[in-house]
């Protein structure tokens, strides 16, 4: 089975802080997505990223940055921490070429709280 | 900009079967529907999909209209563990693809 691990489940950062989520996939999908959810707003497209060192703005970019340096990995970073950033962030990843299934993956999603 | 529309919450009976209907009116040719659940605090898990023709797997049937406007994930016997939220999502095999969810409908079982 396909595999999406996120770095850490819960976190608790301070204004102002510089904050790394980390995801890590296990087969070999050359996509690879980060998105927030909030109650009532359902899930936003932060970045995505088809390839290594590639991205793609996804709907709310602003505030955050991507890295994606090897083809499992896309790390989502908050260069400098708001209130307004508190939310639970979901990665997800897919493969380009999918055949007769075309299944995204999500990992279990990190709780950022932002005080 | 969502491509589809789904009510925001439903309720079922449990043992009842729960229908969540699902808009998708500027569907193109080559998208295919996808229904996925997100049970709390964990991320989205895929259901089923379809293109054109019915389907149905272990977990649901899917009933796509013939002008494939608009769909229906059918769950036969709800249970109480199907309490989520789903989300209907429309796109195509193969590509690249900004995959929009949306805020689905979130189904309620009742005991």
């Known amino acids: 089975d396909v595999k999406v691990t996120q770095s850490s489940r819960y976190l608790v950062k301070r204004t102002g802080e510089k904050v790394f989520l980390e995801c890590v996939q296990d087969?070999?999908?050359?996509?690879m997505f980060w998105y927030r959810q909030d109650p009532g707003l359902g899930l936003r497209l932060i970045y995505f990223?088809?390839?290594?060192?590639?991205?793609e703005k996804g709907d709310i970019p602003e505030g955050y940055s991507v890295s994606r340096e090897k083809k499992e990995r896309f790390s989502l970073i908050l260069e400098s921490a708001s209130t307004n950033q508190t939310s639970m962030y979901l990665c997800?990843?897919?493969?380009?070429?999918?055949?007769?299934?075309?299944?995204?993956?999500f990992g279990e999603g990190s709780w950022l709280t932002v005080v | 900009d969502a491509k589809t529309t789904q009510p925001p919450s439903m309720d079922c009976a449990e043992g009842r079967a729960a229908n969540l209907p699902c808009n998708h009116s500027?569907?193109?040719?080559?998208?295919?529907v996808y229904w996925y659940r997100q049970i709390h605090s964990q991320g989205p898990q895929y259901i089923i999909h379809?293109?054109?023709n019915n389907e149905t797997n272990e977990m649901a049937s899917l009933i796509i209209t013939e002008d494939r406007k608009s769909s229906t994930l059918i769950l036969p016997h709800a249970t109480l563990r199907d309490t989520a939220v789903y989300y209907c999502?429309?796109?195509?095999?193969?590509?690249?693809?900004?995959?929009?969810f949306g805020t689905g409908t979130r189904l309620k079982v009742l005991a």
């Open positions: 990223s088809y390839d290594v060192k590639m991205k």
């Open positions: 087969m070999d999908h050359e996509n």
């Open positions: 379809g293109l054109k």
């Open positions: 999502i429309v796109y195509p095999l193969e590509g690249t693809y900004k995959y929009i």
């Open positions: 997800a990843s897919s493969l380009i070429n999918r055949g007769s299934r075309n299944t995204i993956y």
């Open positions: 500027t569907i193109s040719g080559n998208e295919y």
